[in-house]
């Protein structure tokens, strides 16, 4: 069994009060998960299923509170976007002036879209990236109806006058 050292920093009363004053469950678990090694000897897999966390998230715990102290147990958020180099209201800007020059009927592709976001930020992005921007902003893609390049207008025009093609019948079929 995996036993945990912690750091003689705190006591084990200490750890118990510190459980049942925190201030969202994040924060208890890992006090919780400190507590029962110090107090109890609990192994890791023991705390693990007690917690109901992997034993990675407690080897996790005690080792950052071991090296960075009892800061590194209160909990920092994670929410939001950390996936985009804009803030939200900069990327909205950058599709307004696109939006722009969509109105004014110019295509809008993506590889414009790319040079756009790397002038602003002053670093190259992935490919993916202005799709994903796109995408986040509910913007689709649309694409235009491709005209074969020996297309004849006349001809096409001349074609939809023509009634009928002569020498054709139709046939009943029975069964």
Do not use: C
């Amino acid at each position: 069994m995996n036993h945990i050292h912690i750091n003689d920093t705190m006591t084990a009363d200490e750890f118990k009060f510190r459980m049942l004053s925190s201030k969202d469950i994040q924060e208890h678990n890992r006090w919780q998960a400190l507590y029962l090694a110090k107090a109890k000897g609990f192994s890791v897999q023991e705390i693990a299923d007690i917690i109901g966390v992997s034993k990675y998230s407690v080897n996790k715990w005690v080792y950052n509170f071991n090296h960075l102290g009892e800061e590194s147990i209160f909990s920092h958020s994670k929410g939001g976007n950390r996936t985009s180099f804009l803030s939200w209201e900069e990327e909205e800007e950058l599709l307004s002036a696109i939006g722009k020059q969509a109105e004014k009927d110019l295509l809008v592709v993506v590889k414009t879209v790319k040079a756009e976001v790397e002038a602003r930020l002053g670093r190259v992005v992935s490919k993916d990236y202005p799709y994903d921007l796109l995408h986040r902003h509910s913007w689709r893609r649309i694409v235009l109806q491709s005209n074969h390049p020996q297309q004849d207008a006349e001809k096409q025009e001349d074609f939809k006058k023509t009634p009928g093609m002569p020498g054709k019948r139709l046939a009943k079929f029975s069964t």
